[in-house]
């Protein structure tokens, strides 16, 4: 069993800036991808932003300049830098990381969310 940490966050007005961070402990063989997905209330979830161990990374065109996702020194943490906020990234934020937990068990786990809310 995998299971994600999520923290960092809040609320902030328009403009400014939070982080989340995100760590993923028990049994992984091999890490395919980790990110951040968020769903606002009557929205499907949506990719925010995702890395790969490759270290490719992926943004949604909605962020894309605003946000940035990096891997932090602690194994399996990754970090959601969020600049440049706006009223329309308010939503409830889930990290979500995939990859095995042995040669052939696969796992796609997903963390509890973390509510942001910009004000205008």
């Known amino acids: 069993q995998v299971t994600l940490v999520e923290s960092g966050g809040g609320s902030v007005q328009a403009g400014g800036s939070l982080t989340l961070s995100c760590t993923a402990s028990g049994t992984i063989f091999r890490l395919i991808a980790i990110g951040w997905y968020r769903q606002a209330p009557g929205n499907q979830r949506e990719l925010v932003a995702q890395i790969t161990s490759g270290q490719s990374t992926n943004y949604a065109d909605s962020v894309k300049g605003r946000f940035t996702i990096s891997k932090g020194d602690a194994l399996n943490t990754v970090y959601l830098q969020m600049n440049s906020l706006k009223p329309e990234d308010t939503s409830v934020y889930y990290c979500?990381?995939?990859?095995?937990?042995?040669?052939?068990?696969?796992?796609?786990?997903w963390g509890e969310g973390a509510q942001v809310t910009v004000s205008s």
């Open positions: 979500n990381a995939r990859g095995y937990t042995s040669l052939v068990d696969v796992f796609d786990s």
